[in-house]
């Protein structure tokens, strides 16, 4: 039996980890098992009838899970929402800074471009098989500009750097 043990340990490994996915939450659970399931979130967004709870997963925080709650604070909905079709919805000129941030969480990194006077939220996501990065620009007003997408530079040159 002793050839089994490691196959076991590796499917018992599987197993819970498809437990702790945010994924594996379904509406109606209480917040209180979301958070022994996933612990503690890494932000928290006001909604108008609730909050929503962040979950940033991986090193290159590719996937960030939203965790709806509703005002009781049972589970409304949970979703990934670092993909292309979430990021196509934002309208340059209506959403603001709070928008961004309460769709998609917490920017990779913040960097201002003196030039156009604009800020860029950047945001890795996974297109496809792709590491992408999309820039939100937003000006002083803290208004959205234009959104662009393009590789994720620290996967160019064939790096694999967190940072």
């Not at 909604?47 to 604070?73: K, W």
């Not at 979703?79 to 998609?104: C, I």
């Not at 990194?109 to 992408?132: D, M, N, Q």
């Amino acid at each position: 039996m002793k050839p089994f043990a490691p196959l076991l340990c590796a499917l018992t490994a599987a197993l819970l980890a498809g437990c702790a996915s945010p994924a594996g939450i379904a509406p109606g659970t209480p917040d209180g098992i979301v958070r022994s399931r996933l612990g503690a979130p890494d932000a928290f967004h006001a909604l108008p009838d609730g909050r929503r709870l962040e979950y940033v997963l991986g090193p290159y925080q590719q996937e960030v899970f939203m965790v709806d709650l509703d005002a009781a604070g049972a589970v409304r909905q949970v979703r990934q929402v670092r993909t292309a079709e979430n990021f196509a919805r934002l309208q340059p000129g209506r959403d603001r800074v709070a928008d961004v941030q309460r769709e998609f969480g917490t920017p990779w990194k913040v960097e201002r471009y003196r030039a156009s006077g604009l800020t860029a939220w950047l945001y890795p996501y996974l297109e496809g098989s792709f590491y992408s990065m999309m820039a939100v620009h937003v000006d002083d007003r803290g208004v959205v500009q234009s959104v662009q997408n393009g590789p994720d530079p620290r996967f160019l040159g064939g790096g694999n750097r967190p940072d």
